[in-house]
T-cell receptor, first 114, second 114 residues
């Protein structure tokens, strides 16, 4: 049973560029949440997708956008990258026969903005 | 407002010692869930436990145990006979009411030395 997968593992971009991160949820899960974790900090909620719609959003600017596909996989897009966007981006899935409150995390994508 | 506080930033113990990680939560909701996650150096968040606000029973899983006390708004985590493999950052988190985002503490970095 595959868990949550994310790609790429690492990414290096320069300021002003755009980036797309991808996530495939655990089998049977229909809800995907994205978190940003800066070094030495706890994760911060970016947004959550369910039925291809953004259901809830954290305190992040519009530069952060997402999408969920019919197969429940999801993308996180960040435009006009800033140095402060350097972080570990975590995807979590939930739902299906598991509790919607029990989120399973992927290994993350480490984004470095130079 | 919803908040999770982990007052211990770093803890260092010698192998086989018992160690307790503290977690204090704040919420106005009567229905909420509390979680503990482990984040080893690899970065992936590993789910350890979920507790709902209506179940104050303590739980034991092998060397791990959790003490949930609503009277003090605490959800503490104890590792008995710690091992080097327990070295990681441990996060306490909560979800409250109809909210769908995990609110995280800043984490406690545990170092278990041989």
């Amino acid at each position: 049973d595959a868990g949550v997968t994310q790609s790429p593992t690492h990414l290096i971009k320069t300021r002003g560029q755009q980036v797309t991160l991808r996530c495939s949820p655990k089998s049977g899960h229909d809800t995907v949440s994205w978190y940003q974790q800066a070094l030495g900090q706890g994760p911060q909620f970016i947004f959550q997708y369910y039925e291809e719609e953004e259901r809830q959003r954290g305190n992040f600017p519009d530069r952060f956008s997402g999408h969920q596909f019919p197969n429940y996989s999801s993308e996180l897009n960040v435009n006009a990258l800033l140095l402060g966007d350097s972080a570990l981006y975590l995807c979590a899935s939930s739902g299906g026969t598991d509790s919607y409150n029990e989120q399973f995390f992927g290994p993350g994508t480490r984004l470095t903005v130079l | 407002a919803q908040k999770v506080t982990q007052a211990q930033t770093e803890i260092s113990v010698v192998e086989k010692e018992d160690v307790t990680l503290d977690c204090v939560y704040e919420t106005r909701d009567t229905t909420y869930y509390l979680f503990w996650y482990k984040q080893p150096p690899s970065g992936e968040l590993v789910f350890l436990i979920r507790r709902n606000s209506f179940d104050e029973q303590n739980e034991i899983s092998g060397r791990y145990s959790w003490n949930f006390q609503k009277s003090t708004s605490s959800f503490n985590f104890t590792i008995t006979a710690s091992q080097v493999v327990d070295s990681a950052v441990y996060f306490c988190a909560s979800i409250a009411g109809n909210n769908r985002k995990l609110i995280w503490g800043l984490g406690t970095s545990l170092a278990v030395n041989p």
